[in-house]
Nanobody, 125 residues
Framework: QLPLVESGGRLVQSGDSLRLSCAAS????????IGWFRQAPGKEHEFVAT????????YYTDFAKDRFTISKDDAKNTVYLQMDSLKPEDTAVYYC??????????????????WGRGTFVLVSA
């Protein structure tokens, strides 16, 4: 069973809002943080935001700071990514990753962690 499952992606129009969910299952005592990453068509994966599991500290990449909000619901073991004022360039598959690494000022997926299925967000112009 996958520890994290993404959902909520769909077709939206430019300027719309959308909330993605990342549901955690299993033993969460090993959870330190959950991060959202995305991969636009033809591009590399890029970091979006991270939230620590205990304490709820948040970290954002520059493009996400003003429009995206990461949060979590402890009762549901779910992390959300609220995306507002969506733009066509936000079109991507969005992934949540358990315990992303922070090194040299950047967040990244742990080497032996799979990307999972992700959830596709398509923003039309």
């Amino acid at each position: 069973q996958l520890p994290l499952v993404e959902s909520g992606g769909r077709l939206v129009q430019s300027g719309d809002s959308l909330r993605l969910s990342c549901a955690a299952s299993g033993q969460t005592s090993d959870f330190y943080a959950i991060g959202w990453f995305r991969q636009a068509p033809g591009k590399e994966h890029e970091f979006v935001a991270t939230i620590t599991w205990n304490g709820g500290n948040t970290y954002y990449t520059d493009f996400a700071k003003d429009r995206f909000t990461i949060s979590k619901d402890d009762a549901k073991n779910t992390v959300y990514l609220q995306m507002d004022s969506l733009k066509p360039e936000d079109t991507a598959v969005y992934y949540c990753i358990l315990n992303p690494h922070y090194r040299a000022g950047a967040w990244s997926k742990p080497e032996f962690t799979s990307w999972g299925r992700g959830t596709f967000v398509l923003v039309s112009a």
